[in-house]
């Protein structure tokens, strides 16, 4: 399996059934396909730097997920056939990247002292 970003950007005017609704299709053909749908990240309501499909603004969701290439085909696909999607992409994480992000966490958190001042700081 390999990791996958897809940021989906909604029409605005959705409720938040309907954005929900959008969310657990696209979570739920990764799970089906055998795949492991991660982090559901809502960034919400955000203008755009210029008209798309005749709006300037749309709802933005990033997923994380770890699938098959062909499961993330079909998510793309069943995205680019929704009318509640603005536009979405699908993108590839490199595993070195993938792997890097924890320790890069894990390591920020050491570094801070226990008032949240960096160890650097002071």
């Known amino acids: ?31 089906a396909s055998g795949g492991n749908p991660g982090r ?21 969701v990033l997923l994380e997920a770890a699938a098959e290439p062909e499961a993330m085909d079909e998510v793309s696909r069943m995205l680019t056939l929704a ?14 990247a993938t792997r890097a992000r924890p320790a890069a966490a894990a390591t920020a958190s050491s570094e801070s002292g226990p008032d949240g001042a960096s160890a650097k700081e002071s």
Do not use: C, Q
């Open 83 to 96: 009318d509640a999607v603005i536009r979405h992409k699908v993108i590839r994480l490199p595993v070195a």
């Open 1 to 31: 399996m390999r990791p996958y970003e897809v940021m989906i950007i909604l029409d605005p005017a959705l409720e938040e059934d309907a954005i929900r609704a959008t969310i657990d299709r696209a979570t739920g053909m990764i799970s």
């Open 40 to 60: 559901v990240d809502r960034w919400g309501k955000r203008r755009f730097a210029y008209e798309l499909n005749h709006r300037w603004e749309g709802y933005y």
